[in-house]
Every structure is written in C-alpha cells, then in structure tokens.
C-alpha cells in the first residue's frame, strides 16, 4: 500500500496578513524585510511569494512600499497577472485588521517555514541513506542531526529578549546561588579546591581542554575528575577512552579509591588487607553512575550520537570525558590535519553547548614545549591547531617537574610569575618541595610528584596556577595541604586565600 502524502505545513491566512500590514505600514514593511524571504512563503498561495519578492526589488532600490509601488513593480517583472493583479493587493490590505499586530503574524509564518524545512530535511536524510550515502553510521547520523538542529535553532534567530526580562530571570539565579553553602561552585565539583576557585566548577556549555606532554599524567587526572564529577549529587559521567581499555581504565580508577598500586592490582600480588580495600572500591564504584565508551580512534559522529543517546535516557548527566581530541576522526577529507580538528573542536562544542553538559576533552602538547623556559607547555604548544584554543573555553597545561628529571633534563620546579628573579623557586614551591622530601624522608612519599596545572584560559573567570599532588603509583592527585598553603602565604608576605576555607 503506497505511504499516503501529506502536504507541507503553511498559514496562508498569517501569510496574506503580513503582505497587508506592509502595505498598509513602512514601519512593518521593515520588520518583515529584516526577518522573511521569498522561501519563508510556503507556495499554497504563489501569489504570496510573488508579491514578497516585489517588495524585496523595491527595498533593493530604496523606493516607497505601498499598493501602487507593488503593482507597478509586478507590471515591470512581468508577474502582475500571476499575482492576481491589483484586486489581490486589495484583498490583502483588507484582510489585516490591525498592522500593529505584524509581530504574531510573522512568528507564525516563520514557524511554518521551520517546520517545512525540518520535515524536507528529514526526507533529505531518508533520500541519502535510499543514494547509498551512509559509508559510516555515526558521521551519517551526526550530520544528518547537525543538519536538523541548524534548521531548529533557525526558529528562534534574530529575536531579542526585553532587559526587564532578563534582569529578573538573573535576579531569580542570584538569589539560588546566595541560598548555597559554598558560595564558589557554581558548575559540577572538580574536586580540587584550588581548582574550583578557578573555575567556580565545570560549567554547563563549556568546552575545557586539559593538555599535556605524553606520560605527564593528564589521563590519570581526567580519570580522577570524572569521579569527582559523579560522586557530585550523584549525577552519571560519561567517559570516551580512545587508547584505553575499560578493564584498564576501571583498574587505574579502583587504584586511585582503593590507594592499593596498580602495579599490584596488574600483577595480582594482593594481600588481605589489599583485597578488601579493592573490594571496598569495587562497592564505590558500584554506586558510581559512570559510563565507559572505548572504542579504539573513535569518530566524532559516533562521540556526538552517544552523548545524546545517553543524555536523552539520563538527562542529568553532568560531564563529559574525551581521551583524546588528536586520535578522533572525521569521515570528511582536509588538506591538513589542523582543519580536521578545527571541525572537530567546534562539533564538540557545539554539542555541549546543545547538551548543556561540560565537555572536557584531553589534548596532546607538542615537542617544542621542552624547549620553553623550564619547559613549562603555553598554549602555542596545543598540538595540531590553533582552534582547541579558540574554540575551548577552559584550557588547562600541565606540567612535572620530574617529567623531564626521568628523561635525563633538569628542570627546576618554579611557578613562573611568582618570583622576581628568574629560575628561583617561590615560596610555596619550596614549602611544597619541602613537604614532599619530609615524606621521602620518612619512606611514604617515594611516589609522589608536584604537578602545576595552569588555567592558561578561562573565558568566564581568572587564570593562573595551582599545584597538585599526583601519587604516581596509585595514580591518585591531592591537594597541596591547607597548611602548606597557608605557610607559604605566610612567607611570601601574603595573608591566606579567601578561597582557603572552601
């Protein structure tokens, strides 16, 4: 039985409503002209959009807008007989009531136009998938939704928000925000004090980058963030793991709860009491709702389709992870690796922004960073395009210190900004130094390497450094303690942090 055809959505009555209050008003005849075209007309009537595109000539040349001026212009275009002539024009001035009212009814044609355009453009879809054009899923998926979310998002363009409005829509937020016992998170919960005065938390719609050379730690880091994510109210994080096994992944996690080695956990030699510390993770990562994707050199289709899958069955989903953006892949052809991840860059943002989730994406630092100043990374250094740092609203560089002692290059471990004389330690770096060789000195520190994280861009708020504890065998980061903060403030002349109590 042949699927029965159904006719295009159109108000004609909205339409013939508009085309009279432009005749009737210069003032709605530019309202119309900002926000129509010809296509905004739906066809049932091709008077209507005849009529539209003498008007449009006559705008082009600056001239009057009136009954007369149209037929005149029709006559020229060789379209007065097709457009009913000046008995239609009439008509139209005689259906509007009020030409005041041009506002409603141009939403309502506008809204037929998106609504046409989405359902042609699902049968574009249905059309290239009959053509043979799906040579992978999830490209043709996340495509064919790019496609129809610019058409849907067309809906609501060029149309301004009263300030009263949104005044007391922010009043209404200012006031749930004065309500919160730790007025510095905003966003979901880093789990890193300093960090969250950074960052007030991972932000809804923001892309964060977090960069660093291989075997810095950054995977480690992005892996303990994403249990601070969940383990804040509770909320699913969704994790995309391009190199790493979900086995591997799940063993570097339950060592960083458990505080048993991975090392140990690989090989097996457990004790007792090991054994039920890991069990004990086993229980806590139980009560996680933490989703693992790793499929080897993922696609970005396939990245864009799941997020919204799993968005759609858990909308409070409240974070992201990508390891990494330089292994993800396009089905589209570049010229240069760089413009792939440019395209890559701006999909992922777009779909946290869509989302309205935090999305943040790992990326790997070039070579020429250990030729920088103790070779700490800039963000000159973010491998294969500028756009991650055009694109990103957060980006994060980290850096260690005995990064480059293992590989045969000292460097000296500074904060750069903190001290006047070039390549002397400052006072924090030295108390935290200092803290950690009192740990190796007592045999309970042999692991653990400062680690500078630097906020080198932060659209929304400040930049700068903080410094993390990263214990290398359970693959674990920790704040630098309160005290040591506290301490080196002292020494440096400067009171404690306000952010110090949070």
């Known amino acids: ?29 530019s309202v119309a002209l900002s926000q129509l075209s010809e296509n905004s ?3 049932v009537d091709p008077r209507n959009q005849l009529v539209f595109r003498a008007m449009v000539a ?24 097709a457009a009913g002539g000046p008995e239609y024009l009439l008509e139209l001035i005689n259906s509007t009531i009020n030409a005041n009212n041009i506002d409603h009814y141009i939403r309502m044609v506008k809204d037929q136009a998106v609504l046409r355009d989405y359902l042609l453009g699902l049968q574009q879809v249905e059309k290239d998938y009959v053509d043979g054009k799906v040579t992978d899923v999830g490209e043709f998926i996340a495509r064919s939704q790019q496609s129809l979310t610019a058409i849907a998002n067309r809906r609501s363009v060029g149309e301004f928000r009263r300030a009263g409005e949104v005044a ?38 923001d892309l964060v980058v977090l ?13 303990n963030l994403a249990i601070h994510a969940t383990q804040y109210q509770g909320k699913p994080v969704a994790i995309f793991s391009g190199e790493m096994s979900s086995s591997l992944i799940m063993k570097r996690m339950l060592s960083a709860v458990s505080h048993v080695p991975v090392e140990q956990l690989t090989t ?27 499929r080897p050199n993922p696609r970005l289709g396939d990245i864009v389709a799941k997020t919204t899958k799993l968005k759609n069955n858990f909308p409070d989903l409240c974070a992201v992870f990508i390891d990494y953006i330089n292994i993800i892949r396009t089905e589209e052809n570049f010229d240069s690796r760089s413009l792939e991840i440019a395209l890559i ?9 869509n989302l309205r989730i935090p999305v943040i994406a790992l990326s790997q630092i070039n070579r020429k960073a250990d030729e920088n100043e103790n070779g700490e990374p800039s963000l000159s250094n973010l491998k294969d395009s500028g756009s991650i740092e055009q694109d990103a609203d957060i980006v994060m560089l980290m850096y260690r210190k005995d990064y480059y002692d293992n590989q045969g290059k000292k460097k000296p471990f500074r904060q750069a900004g903190t001290d006047a004389q070039a390549g002397a330690a400052s006072p924090f770096e030295t108390r935290v130094q200092a803290s950690v060789d009192a740990q190796k000195a007592n045999g309970k520190g042999e692991n653990i390497s400062p680690t500078t994280i630097s906020v080198a861009k932060n659209r929304n708020g400040q930049t700068g450094k903080i410094v ?35």
């Not at 200012?174 to 905003?186: M, V």
């Open 1 to 29: 039985m042949p699927a029965k055809k159904v006719s295009l959505p159109a108000n004609v009555e909205a339409e013939r409503s508009v085309l009279g209050a432009m005749l009737m008003s210069s003032e709605a005849c």
């Open 41 to 43: 007309f739906s066809g």
């Open 58 to 81: 006559l705008s082009a040349h600056q001239n009057p807008i009136d009954a007369q001026t149209v037929n005149n212009e029709l006559v020229n275009l060789h379209l007065d007989e």
């Open 168 to 205: 007391i829509e922010v009043q209404r937020q200012i006031e749930q925000e004065s309500k919160r016992t730790n007025k510095n998170l905003t966003g979901v919960d880093t789990g890193f004090r300093k960090l969250n005065s950074y960052t007030h938390g991972w932000q809804p719609g």
């Open 211 to 223: 960069a660093a050379r291989p075997s810095v730690g950054k995977t480690a880091l992005a892996l």
């Open 268 to 294: 097996g030699s457990l004790g007792e009491r090991e054994l039920q510390k890991v069990a004990s993770a086993v229980d806590d990562m139980q009560k996680m709702n933490l989703f693992i994707d790793d």
């Open 345 to 353: 860059t701006s999909t992922l943002k777009e779909m946290a922004r």
């Open 468 to 502: 993390l504890l990263f214990s290398r065998d359970i693959q674990r980061f920790d704040d630098v303690s309160l005290e040591t903060e506290r301490a080196a403030a002292s020494l440096n002349g400067n009171g404690p942090s306000p952010d110090d109590d949070l």
